[in-house]
């Protein structure tokens, strides 16, 4: 069975840095791509940040890059998400997910998420 | 960038009654269209992917459809647990995924 698990949320003043972690097992981690998708209190749905397994190709949405960066261990299928100078724009509920196998155009598995609220 | 908009913004139904909701892109392509429903405090479930096909484990009475700009969530007979948050998604844009801004579907 996937499980994905966020952890590493809390509260920053703006500026702060904080590590978001996700713990995967129940699949083969290294050979799969990994996103980050946030979603800001009473709001949408926003993609953050991609990973493939290889760490050969990295993307992030324009909101956060040059402050973000997300990297993984595979041989302890962690994924990770680094946040520098946050903003209180930044305040969400962060989720791991796990596009699809077969084309990576949606997400099959979604981690529970964790909250990051940036506030003075 | 193509952009997808919702509608309604929410809608007030009981349950067995079947409903219909819209995702429109601004502008075609080469779409293939997802839809996600979130309840609260949770995190979004893949529904349907490719516009028609059901993920694993998604009941019959949910199917989708459309195409170009025009895409459709259907759901016959509602559950009390359907009330839910829906998300349609695409990934045209690559390599961001774009998500539309949602339909609550609330019970009357």
């Known amino acids: 069975e996937v499980q994905l698990v966020e952890s590493g949320g809390g509260l920053v003043k703006p500026g702060g840095s904080l590590t978001l972690s996700c713990a995967a097992s129940?699949?083969?981690?290294?050979?799969?791509?990994m996103d980050w998708v946030r979603q800001a209190p009473g709001k949408g749905l926003e993609w953050v940040s991609s990973i493939s397994g290889g760490h050969t190709y990295i993307y992030y949405a324009d909101s956060v890059k040059g402050r973000f960066t997300v990297h993984r261990d595979n041989a302890n299928n962690v994924l990770y998400l680094q946040m520098n100078n946050l903003r209180a724009e930044d305040t969400a509920v962060y989720y791991c997910a796990k596009p699809s196998a077969i084309d990576e155009l949606n997400f099959d598995y979604w981690g529970r998420g964790t909250l990051v609220t940036v506030s003075s | 960038d193509i952009v997808l908009t919702q509608s309604p913004a929410t809608l007030s139904l009981s349950p067995g009654e079947t409903t219909t909701l819209s995702c429109r892109a601004s502008q075609s392509g080469s779409i293939s269209l997802a839809w996600y429903q979130q309840k609260p405090g949770q995190a979004p479930r893949l529904l349907m992917y490719d516009a028609s096909k059901r993920a694993t484990g998604i009941p019959a009475r949910f199917s989708g459809s459309g195409s170009g700009t025009d895409f459709t969530l259907t759901i016959s007979g509602l559950e009390p647990e359907d009330f839910a948050i829906y998300y349609c998604q695409h990934r045209v844009n690559w390599p961001r995924y774009t998500f539309g801004q949602g339909t609550k579907l609330e019970m009357k």
């Open positions: 129940g699949f083969s981690f290294p050979t799969y791509t």
